[in-house]
């Protein structure tokens, strides 16, 4: 997939996802969200994640991995929390690791460890350290990322997620829709 391909892919994206912030102005009880938490939050996330280096691809292509995703955050409260970020890339592929050697990955596992920060109700930012787990070579990895989010009630939420994960061997960028589901009694 070439580089046009990649932004036309997250043009579309996010063509697709703005609808779900516009304000409705016919709401009364707009405020009432933001005084209910759910302490705990099970995810789901269901994306690419475009890897760079591979060798299979013609003259410096992105090769695109579909990924998936389960995850589970603890809110601390409205603006802090931690998230436990578990994904499968559901590929086969081979990376440079540089002097013409390249390293087989098939079906990376990545967990993560993030922190999480909603500085405003339908924006969160996230960073922490994890590993990439694979059976030829594991390697560390700092994920770096941002989500758009919808809120619903029930303690559902829909978001639009964007992740790196820098990592020794490469820097993989993700793009996807992640969905949420709080749980318990909000408090």
Known sequence: MNNSNIYLLILLL???INPLFA???NEHNEGSDHEKIHHHTIAMFVGYSLISNETSSDDGQTF???TLGLDYFYKFNHKF???FLNDIE???YEVETGHEESLKRE???VSTLVF???PISWWSVFAGPGFEFEHHESFFVTR?????IKKFNDGWSLAATFTVDIKELNTTPAIGITIFKGLGKSK
């Not at 770096?144 to 758009?148: P, S, V």
């Open 116 to 118: 999480t920060f909603e």
């Open 90 to 92: 559901l590929a086969s």
């Open 14 to 16: 996010l063509v697709i």
């Open 144 to 148: 770096l990322g941002t989500e758009f």
């Open 81 to 83: 929390g931690l998230g």
């Open 107 to 109: 079906y990376a596992f």
């Open 23 to 25: 304000q409705n102005h």
């Open 64 to 66: 695109v991995a579909p």
